[in-house]
């Protein structure tokens, strides 16, 4: 990824660059402002508390955890926009695509529709999308991967509380 800050590059570059983290800021805060409308209500709900693993984490943690983790997720889409080669992109918009779809699924399947086992599959699919997107871009820019990382742990551990969910 080129730098801005050197004199000899172009302004309109700066501006792509600048137009990238925007867009990648507003679509990640788009899906998390969804995401938190189907999930709000449900982690105080009676079926919530009743079936929860026991390793679940205190309900501030998840608010703390995904608002790092969407920064991230922002900072590495934007990264990998401007790192692509032009043959590049459509890959990259439909990594990042799918995995925002799947992420918004799974607070729809879990928490607003109650459907733990429909959203194991999702989440499953999600987790498979974070994979390819980190060794995707491991190829075009090892930032974007490692920011990435953070995103798969966490959704392992989740992919865990949803199965113990289940059983």
Excluded at 14 to 43: P, Q, R, W
Excluded at 47 to 66: D, I, L, M, R
Excluded at 98 to 122: C, E, G, I, Q, Y
Aim: with cysteine; aromatic share 22%.
């Amino acid at each position: 990824m080129k730098k801005c800050s050197n004199p000899k590059k172009k302004k309109s570059h700066c501006n792509e660059k600048i137009i990238a983290f925007l867009v990648s800021f507003a679509i990640v805060f788009v899906v998390a402002f969804l995401g938190s409308m189907f999930t709000k209500d449900d982690v105080k709900s009676a079926w919530y508390y009743e079936n929860k693993p026991f390793f679940t984490p205190q309900n501030w943690v998840f608010p703390v955890a995904w608002a790092i983790l969407f920064i991230l997720i922002a900072v590495a889409m934007a990264i990998s926009w401007l790192s692509a080669r032009p043959y590049q992109k459509a890959a990259v918009a439909f990594g990042y695509g799918a995995n925002l779809f799947f992420n918004l699924m799974w607070s729809f399947l879990f928490f607003f529709m109650r459907l733990p086992v429909f959203a194991l599959v999702d989440i499953v699919l999600l987790w498979c999308s974070i994979w390819y997107l980190v060794v995707f871009n491991w190829r075009i820019n090892k930032t974007a991967a490692w920011l990435l990382v953070p995103y798969l742990l966490w959704v392992t551990f989740a992919t865990a509380l949803n199965l113990f969910f289940i059983i």
